[in-house]
């Protein structure tokens, strides 16, 4: 008996980890596609990157106008394989500016906002290594109506981030999430896909007016 209960624990710690620990190499099809990605010329170049709402951010270019911009986005990523892939999804381009939209996927693979944090500071690390004067602007992460049942970890990790930026001069936080709520105070579902997670044109035209406001 008690060597069954011991293999049930050593399982139950087994599938946790390697549940909360993804493998970034699923990732090297989509990688290898962005390292073939010309490097914009002019000044103020700015990198958009992370999961599946930068990726498909069609017209990020027009809608983000002003400066060079290039979108490295790779859809169903956590912030940990934006660690593992920063030199090709941000350091390579040498921008001035970086914005970065990551934690969405890592909440609803069960990650706590607090790990999820201990990585973004390592992602911040590596990025003010290559370029000290870098500015890093985080995207908060944006309510769904198909991870809503994640809503008070979201929270928590949006203030974890917001406070992070705040003592950092050349960190910024980007509040999506307030205005992606409808009058009832859940998801605006018009501004998704059928799938009630990615966004449709017109959710990206209410993050053009606010993500792209520095662009102005």
Not at 84 to 95: A, D, K, N, S
Not at 96 to 106: A, L, P
Request: some cysteine.
């Amino acid at each position: 008996m008690k060597i069954l209960i011991l293999y049930i624990l050593l399982s139950t710690i087994f599938w946790s980890c390697r549940f909360n620990s993804v493998d970034p190499h699923r990732f090297d099809g989509a990688i290898k596609k962005i390292a073939t990605l010309p490097i914009p010329e002019g000044e103020g170049l700015t990198v958009f990157t992370g999961s599946s709402s930068i990726r498909m951010w069609e017209g990020i270019e027009k809608d983000c106008s002003g400066v060079p911009v290039v979108n490295t986005g790779f859809g169903g990523s956590h912030m940990s394989d934006l660690l593992f892939f920063i030199e090709e999804t941000v350091l390579r381009f040498g921008p001035d500016k970086v914005f970065i939209y990551e934690g969405d996927n890592d909440i609803a693979a069960e990650k706590s906002p607090d790990a999820i944090m201990k990585t973004t500071k390592q992602v911040v690390d590596k990025i003010l290594q290559s370029n000290p004067n870098m500015t890093i602007h985080f995207i908060s992460a944006k309510p769904s109506p198909s991870r809503w049942q994640y809503k008070e970890q979201y929270t928590t990790f949006n203030a974890l981030l917001k406070r992070y930026c705040a003592e950092n001069s050349q960190l910024f936080y980007v509040d999506v999430w307030d205005k992606m709520l409808g009058t009832n105070g859940r998801p605006d579902p018009t501004i998704f896909i059928l799938d009630s997670l990615h966004m449709n044109r017109k959710g990206y035209l209410l993050w053009k007016d606010i993500v792209c406001e520095d662009f102005k």
